[in-house]
């Protein structure tokens, strides 16, 4: 059976979904967390000493 033009659309549509999540999305969203949790640990020693103080 051969493909339809929906068919050929959605592939395409979905390929490009893949990339811009595994490319773009998930290295920006890892990116941001570590930011964040290495903000959060240094705001949190400004405050309270290094640790073992």
Known sequence: ??????????????LWV???????????LAVGIVSGYGFVVWIWQ???GPPGV
């Open 18 to 28: 893949f990339v811009f999540l595994t490319v773009v999305l998930f290295p920006l």
């Open 1 to 14: 059976m051969s493909a339809t033009p929906p068919d050929v659309n959605r592939r395409r549509r979905e």
């Open 46 to 48: 400004i405050f309270t």
